[in-house]
């Protein structure tokens, strides 16, 4: 298991998961957000070649009002 | 010709490669509820309404009922970089908006200061020249400082979104002599007033110094009764571009009778 942190809360997952298992193992299912590892982009298409290490920041945002 | 208000097909605009006719651009934020804010919107007749994105619970449908909403209003998105106190998050939080919107649009928003939440002019630019490079189109919030615009133009911005005054405070446009010295250097360059603006009377402002824009979130949402307020704003925007248009007359430091005073009857005739 490796330490990681999601949307700043931390969180524990098997190791050598990549960002499309990770996102299917903590629930977050549906489609319409976008994911950062340690601040830079994660594009849709990399997701599987995207492997989480141990220490990951990881963001996962959705659509909010803003001005 | 005659023009009338509402008649807004024929002012027509481009901006970011979409034509328009509507130069008011609205926020999403801040209203009593997700009905008041649609029915704000699509009074405001709004054509480009800005959008955020924040960090998702686990099991949450992503952007829930909001975002079915903005979607379903069919007009023109517009993602800001919100939060973003450096180039680097922006540059990121630009790449996530263009993969969940499905827009090369970007406003590009960095805090210098978190007082008075004033852009960081030196972070904005370096953000800009990035994403400009990577295919976006770049609304940047700046202040209304005449060299930060010359920087950005430098880097291939097409539009700058000056503020009029601080996100939030409806103080009006602060520095009008500023505003029109931007307006003058750029005449080629897409204008908005972004931040500010409390009142529909600071619209009208803003479009009669010739912006070709005004973008504003806080004093519709605010008010008592946003929607009309929303419908206040559409004929504000209206009124100051056609002004504008229109060539306003020059000011005189002194009287000018506007009746003719050929034929002045009575008065004048008598004398103690």
Not at chain 1, 25 to 43: D, E, H, P, Q
Not at chain 2, 21 to 32: F, K, Q
Not at chain 2, 207 to 226: F, K, Q, R, T, W
Request: net charge negative.
């Amino acid at each position: 298991m490796i330490k990681i942190s999601v949307n700043g809360e931390m969180k524990e997952i098997q190791e050598g998961l990549n960002v499309k298992e990770m996102i299917d193992v903590l629930k977050y299912k549906t489609k319409g957000f976008a994911v950062a590892v340690n601040t830079t982009f994660v594009a849709i298409n990399t997701y599987e070649n995207t492997i989480i290490k141990d220490g990951d920041m990881i963001d996962i945002l959705a659509p909010v009002q803003g001005g | 010709m005659t023009r009338h208000m509402n008649k807004t097909d024929e002012n027509f605009w481009e901006i970011g490669g979409k034509t328009l006719n509507s130069r008011l651009l609205i926020g999403s934020a801040l209203y009593p509820s997700p009905a008041n804010m649609e029915d704000a919107i699509k009074t405001s007749g709004a054509q480009i309404v800005t959008v955020a994105l924040r960090r998702q619970a686990a099991g949450d449908k992503a952007g829930g009922d909001f975002w079915n909403i903005i979607k379903s209003l069919g007009i023109e998105v517009l993602p800001n970089t919100a939060g973003s106190h450096s180039a680097k998050e922006a540059i990121t939080t630009a790449q996530m908006a263009r993969e969940v919107f499905g827009t090369n649009w970007i406003k590009l928003e960095v805090i210098g200061d978190q007082y008075n939440l004033q852009p960081d002019p030196f972070e904005t630019v370096k953000a800009a020249e990035v994403l400009i490079k990577d295919g976006f189109e770049v609304f940047p919030y700046t202040t209304d400082d005449l060299v930060v615009a010359k920087r950005l133009v430098d880097v291939g911005c097409k539009i700058i979104m000056p503020w009029g005054s601080m996100i939030g405070s409806g103080k009006g446009l602060m520095n009008p002599d500023n505003l029109k010295a931007i307006r003058k250097q750029f005449p080629e360059l897409k204008l908005i007033i972004d931040a500010g603006i409390g009142k529909p009377s600071h619209a009208t402002q803003a479009m009669e110094l010739g912006y070709d824009g005004v973008l504003l979130n806080s004093a519709i949402a605010l008010a008592h009764d946003p929607v009309k307020m929303a419908d206040a704003f559409r004929y504000a925007v209206e009124a100051g571009r056609f002004g504008y248009e229109s060539g306003t007359m020059q000011q005189r430091e002194f009287a000018s009778p506007s009746t003719p005073t050929i034929g002045t009857p009575f008065w004048h005739q008598y004398k103690d």
